[in-house]
């Protein structure tokens, strides 16, 4: 069973920089694509950042592009989400997801975390 856990959210203001990060215990993590999703009160979760097994395919959402940088760490098992230049709109859970396929769909991830919260204040 892979088990996806995030951590690093909390209270910011805007302008200001968190990274989230998410702990992978699959022993096959170098396997997988990661993906990081949100949900703002009252909206459908959202595609936020895609990264592929190798690293060598990113993909964001053009709300976050050039302020997010997604990575990971293969031998830690750790993925991470860099965001900067935070928004009030940038407030929702985030989530973690883990996938064979992970694509830009919640369909293609089989793995998720519980989420952890972003707020950013204006």
């Known amino acids: 069973q892979v088990q996806l856990v995030e951590s690093g959210g909390g209270l910011v203001q805007a302008g200001g920089s968190l990274r989230l990060s998410c702990a992978v215990s699959?022993?096959?993590?170098?396997?997988?694509?990661m993906g990081w999703f949100r949900q703002a009160p009252g909206r459908e979760r959202e595609f936020v950042a895609r990264?592929?097994?190798?690293?060598?395919?990113?993909s964001y959402a053009n709300s976050v592009k050039g302020r997010f940088t997604i990575s990971r760490e293969n031998a830690k098992n750790v993925g991470y989400l860099q965001m900067q230049s935070l928004r009030p709109e940038d407030t929702a859970v985030y989530y973690c997801?883990?996938?064979?396929?992970?694509?830009?769909?919640?369909?293609?991830?089989?793995?998720w975390g519980q989420g952890t919260q972003v707020t950013v204040s204006s």
């Open positions: 990264i592929s097994a190798g690293s060598n395919s990113l």
């Open positions: 699959a022993r096959t993590f170098s396997n997988y694509a």
């Open positions: 997801a883990a996938g064979q396929f992970g694509s830009t769909f919640q369909t293609s991830y089989n793995y």
